[in-house]
């Protein structure tokens, strides 16, 4: 029985008890986070027509022969003006449930049952705005027939190893259990439930989430809704027709077409809601890593969730999305840095390439396209068996470069095992008093 629920948050799930008294002291404030995103798109219309604004006065303030010869161009800002709007009533529906307070009503604020700003709300900021933005184009990321090569580049490789690894004819998918930290709008999430693993997607940001609920629980056939994706970008445009294309979604509609396996999207901070040891079997990762302050608390994290034997894959770029930003602190490891981290806290790296051409929610027919090469990589956790042994895989990096809790127990050990190098050839197992040496691992 497949489970899909996008309208969990803001209850965090995944929260242990002390970590959910927090949030509840915290409610009021999280509260005023969620209506200023819920603001922030209803601003969208007003705030994307003050750019057009500026256009418009500036080709009215010249000559008339320069305004006749640009006469087509008019028409055409007429026709973005359009689009804004139908954007806008787009968003109106997204919003039109209130999923997340659906009595914010009672509360007297004024604000609650306006659909647009004639000023800018309070407290929203021009990042806010760009984010709203953001959310349309990655809509049609994940949920248009448009997106489908960018997909093809993100999610295929990610899918495509778990499996591999985890082959329908040697598991039960249902048993499997996935996590996507950083799921955005939801498709790869979906996309490895309806092939049957137990999945759950953890996404941070509100706009993502209520973008996503959006998608996964009201939209009931597909291609419903019509949104104009690329109408903000007013340079790099070969055609008119190229600002204002139109994209339909979804391209797949998740209420006629529900996963075989378990899906859930869970709300939260990954480095807090996630720490249960030996939770999952599998975590995938795209465009997420470089979304921490310190990336080294995300690998730790992972491998600590994840199950013996579990498989971590990841692909996307290093961008460090907090470097350089005002008031936020940052490290940036290159992908050599990155090697020498996954192995010195435990993962053995099984394959990893570099190269992997990707875009993100790119307009396809822009005259600029930008383009990453991508990582991909899949790391283990090693099981208990192979902790026993002492067996890890040849490291890519010199020895003294991989830091590792048991690396100064395993110097101490080195001339005992000189001594006895004969008896170990006799023997499976490394012995200490008699017994097997288990490793502890580093969490």
Not at 29 to 48: D, R
Not at 88 to 104: F, S
Not at 213 to 227: G, I, Q, S
Not at 383 to 401: I, M, N, T, V, W
Request: aromatic residues 10%; hydrophobic residues 35%; contains cysteine.
């Amino acid at each position: 029985m497949s489970s899909m629920d996008c309208a969990t948050f803001p209850m965090h799930p995944k929260m242990d008890e002390q970590l959910a008294r927090a949030f509840a002291a915290n409610e009021e404030e999280e509260e005023k986070h969620i209506q200023k995103v819920q603001n922030a798109f209803l601003y969208y219309g007003p705030y994307a027509c003050q750019r057009l604004k500026r256009s418009m006065d500036y080709l009215n303030s010249l000559s008339g022969e320069d305004q006749i010869m640009l006469a087509k161009y008019r028409g055409h800002l007429e026709c973005v003006r359009t689009c804004i709007d139908r954007n806008q009533a787009v968003i109106r529906e997204i919003l039109r449930e209130r999923v997340l307070y659906p009595a914010e009503e009672a509360t007297g604020d004024p604000s609650a049952n306006r659909w647009e700003f004639e000023e800018p709300p309070p407290n929203v900021r021009h990042g806010d705005m760009d984010q709203a933005q953001s959310t349309l184009k990655l809509i049609a990321r994940d949920w248009s027939t448009e997106g489908a090569l960018e997909r093809e580049q993100s999610y295929k490789p990610i899918i495509d190893s778990i499996v591999e690894y985890y082959k329908p004819s040697d598991f039960e998918l249902k048993e499997i259990k996935i996590l996507v930290p950083g799921a955005g709008l939801g498709r790869l999430t979906y996309e490895l439930a309806c092939l049957g693993y137990s999945c759950e997607g953890n996404e941070f940001s509100y706009f993502m989430l209520i973008a996503s609920n959006f998608v996964l629980n009201l939209c009931d056939y597909e291609n419903k809704y019509v949104l104009y994706p690329w109408v903000h970008q007013y340079v790099n445009n070969l055609r008119r027709e190229d600002q204002v294309a139109a994209v339909r979604f979804p391209d797949v509609c998740p209420l006629k077409n529900p996963p075989k396996g378990h899906f859930e999207i869970a709300a939260g901070d990954f480095l807090e809601v996630y720490k249960t040891p030996n939770a999952y079997n599998c975590v995938a990762t795209c465009f997420f890593i470089d979304c921490a302050n310190n990336v080294i608390d995300f690998i730790r994290t992972i491998y600590k969730i994840l199950v013996p034997g579990g498989i971590w894959v990841n692909l996307g770029p290093l961008l460090y999305h907090y470097s350089d930003v005002s008031g936020q602190n940052s490290i940036e490891p290159t992908f050599e840095d990155l090697c020498i981290i996954m192995e010195s806290v435990g993962f053995v790296i099984e394959t990893s390439r570099t190269g992997i051409r990707t875009k993100y929610a790119q307009n396809p027919s822009s005259m600029k396209q930008s383009e990453y090469e991508s990582l991909f990589w899949v790391c283990r956790k090693p099981d208990l068996f192979e902790e026993q042994r002492g067996k890890r895989k040849a490291s890519r990096e010199p020895h003294d470069l991989i830091v590792r809790e048991d690396s100064e127990e395993e110097e101490e050990q080195q001339p005992e095992r000189n001594e006895t190098e004969q008896k170990q050839q006799l023997k499976p197992l490394a012995m200490a008093n008699g017994e097997p040496e288990i490793k502890a691992q580093p969490t």
